[in-house]
Structures are given as C-alpha cells and as structure tokens.
C-alpha cells in the first residue's frame, strides 16, 4: 500500500511527513489515498476501497455516505480539478489536510483553500468534515493564506503544545481573557497567514478592537475538535464573526510554549444542508 501511495499521491504532497504512532500513520495514508482517487487519478474503485459506505459527511454540500463522492468522480475529472496538500497533520483515527483547489468551481469557486480533517475507521473514511474559502491576495505582511512552515518537528512535544492550544482556546477565545493572550502567543514572533491581519501581535490586537468598536466583535463559542502533531496543533470552532454565526478552522505552529504562527479558514455557518449531520 505504501508503495502505490508514494506513486500515486506525489502530485498532492508538498513535503513528506512523519508520523506519531502506527495509527496516526495509517490514518494519513488512508486520507491520502482518498484525496489521490478523488482528486489525482480520479479512480472510483480506489475511491471506493477507502471510503465507508456510510460515511458520515458534515459538507452541507453534499449527501452523507460514498456514493455521492464516487459518483462526482467523472464531473471533478472533466472540470479538470487539482488539490495540492500543504501540510497534512494526524493524531489517532484524525487527519487534517491544509489544502489548495484549483479550477474548482464545482466547490463553488475557480482557486480555494480548504481544511479537509478525516476520521479514519478500520482502514476506510468514515468521517469528514471541512471548511473551504477563497484564495485571497497576500496580506499585508506580503503573506497567503498558504505559504509558510510546512515540516513537522517536536514530536516529543505534542501533549504538551495540545494542552496549551487547549487552554488558549478556552481562556482567550471562548473565555475572552484578552489580558493572557502573551501567555500563550509570542511576543517576538508571530506570523500571520490570515488574508487581513499583518504579522505580530499588535497587529492582532488591533484588528480585534477594530471589529468590537464596529460593534461585530470576534467570538468563539465552542471548539469541537482539536488535533496535535509535534510543533501543529488545529482547532476547529463555532462562533461569530462580522455578526453572522461562523465555523473557525485554525491552524497553530508552536515554538518554545508559544504560538509563532498562524493559518485558518472562516466560513458563515451553513443554513441549509445535503445532509442531517451538521458542521461539526
């Protein structure tokens, strides 16, 4: 299997990656054999034999189960679709993929980024969730929603950086203890892939008090799931944001304790939906 992966998902993998135990492994292989098939060789007998059948899928585009993705596969290989993975990231049955879709427009748009986040169950997709947005041109700090730090390091540190993106979660962005947030972000570095926020912490800082004087503050009310590897650590939440109910897809870098960088995805909370599972 490993074999045919390294031949067929090339196209989709900017950097290799490690991984953290023989689950976390597989798990990746998995979703990375099942992008492959969607979105690579556009092959529905691949697709099929690492999909479930009943897979259950939180894209209010599209239905739960396999069938509705393999039966998409001629339409995404007539539209002429590729996805290029930038970072891919596992903790247990967890993956998450930082990716990029070009001639997209069948996800609603011609150049997208995703994050794409898979559980994985005896050796099949049994479980997807997303949250997809438009590419945008470079912040102000000259930064894309893509570029930066892609290799996986401090393995040894991944409870501990999970605990600590935890806490942050719960203390600043859901607590709104905005007097403890250098506990947890640098001070010295941090950069910053949002499309409208420069790099830095006063810059942060700013944007927010922007928003909340313009009434529309930033909130986070709820995180879902959280999944660490080494020095990456993603947290996908509920909230709100320009005064519309809002999924939150982070992405955090840790060094020495500390948030150094930073990559997400915001999207509107879906309305309605292709199926009954909801976002998270």
Known sequence: MKKTLRNTTAAILVSAVSATAALADSAKEVAVAEMAALFVTFDAAAAEKVMAKDLIQ???????????????????????????????????????????????KLFGGDHLVAFDVFRIKDGKVA?????ITAFAKPNPSGRTQLDGTTKITDLDKTVQNKAMVTDFMNTVMIGGD?????????????????????????????????????????????????????????????????????????????????VVEHWDVITDMPTKSANDNGKF
């Not at 998409?72 to 990029?100: C, M, Q, Y």
């Not at 009434?215 to 999944?227: C, E, L, R």
């Open 58 to 104: 939180h894209n209010p585009s599209i239905p739960s189960g396999s069938a509705p993705l393999i039966g998409f596969i001629p339409a995404l290989k007539e539209s002429g679709i590729s996805a290029t993975t930038h970072r891919l990231i596992s903790e247990g049955d967890l993956v998450v993929a930082h990716n990029e879709y070009k001639n997209a």
């Open 178 to 258: 905005g007097s403890r947030i250098t506990d947890f972000i640098s001070t010295e570095t941090y950069i910053q892939h949002n499309s409208g926020v420069a790099d830095g912490l006063s810059a942060l800082g700013g944007a927010l008090a922007a928003m909340a004087a313009n009434g529309q503050p930033m909130t986070y009310s709820k995180t879902h799931i959280i999944v660490a590897e080494g020095n990456f650590v993603f947290a996908a939440s509920e909230g709100s944001f320009l005064g519309k109910s809002s999924a939150f897809y982070d992405l955090f870098r840790i060094d020495g304790g500390k």
């Open 127 to 131: 479980e997807h969730w997303d949250n």
